[in-house]
């Protein structure tokens, strides 16, 4: 027993002093029975609401931390070169690919059945570029490590090449799925 259940034991005249009025017991043990149930409901959504709060929060973590953590990824290979010195060719010719290739990604809205197919589509283009991107990156880190490599130069020049094909490929099966059936005959009999 616990110290107080002992005092209240071994002092009954100074707890007993008044007897309960008629019923009193009765009155108690149903208000003890009606908040057993308001607990227990209480006690069943707000388990419920924790878990789901729980949820939402590791959720909403996950999202941050993928979201950033691949930002980051790709983010650190496109800073880890500083700058490359390209001969003014290869420079030419990155400029020119570059100029086909955001022209095509401008196109895409006049080849698509309607602006939210154009962002969709324009979407999936630019996570297809980003990913050429972070591989032009890559090749640049090499190349700065070794300018005189041939294989290396026309890397990087094939890499602006595919990007341009990549937005090529986009625009005809774009072009091809919104045409009609018929069209679609007569091109490829």
């Known amino acids: 027993m616990s110290f107080l259940e002992n005092k209240i034991k071994d002092n009954p005249a100074f707890f007993d002093d008044r007897k309960p009025v008629l019923g009193h017991k009765k009155r108690f043990v149903e208000k003890l029975d009606e908040m057993e149930v308001e607990q227990a409901d209480k006690g069943h959504w707000a388990n419920w609401l924790r878990i789901a709060a729980v949820g939402l929060v590791l959720i909403a973590a996950s999202y941050f931390i993928f979201k950033y953590s691949v930002e980051d990824l790709s983010g650190a290979v496109m800073r880890e070169v500083v700058q490359i ?34 962002m969709h589509v324009k979407s999936l283009a630019q996570a297809q570029l980003e990913n050429l991107d972070a591989t032009l990156a890559e090749i640049e880190k090499e ?3 070794n300018p005189e490599n041939i294989r290396l130069q026309a890397a990087l020049v094939n890499n602006k090449r595919k990007k341009a094909e990549v937005m090529d ?17 007569l091109m490829n009999p």
């Open 85 to 118: 010195d390209l001969s003014n060719d290869i420079e030419n010719v990155f400029a020119y690919y570059e100029s086909i290739t955001d022209t095509k990604v401008n196109q895409i809205e006049q080849y698509a059945a309607n602006n939210e197919q154009a």
């Open 169 to 185: 490929n986009i625009l005809k099966q774009l072009n091809q799925a919104n045409q009609p059936v018929d069209d679609r005959k």
């Open 143 to 145: 190349y700065a490590k």
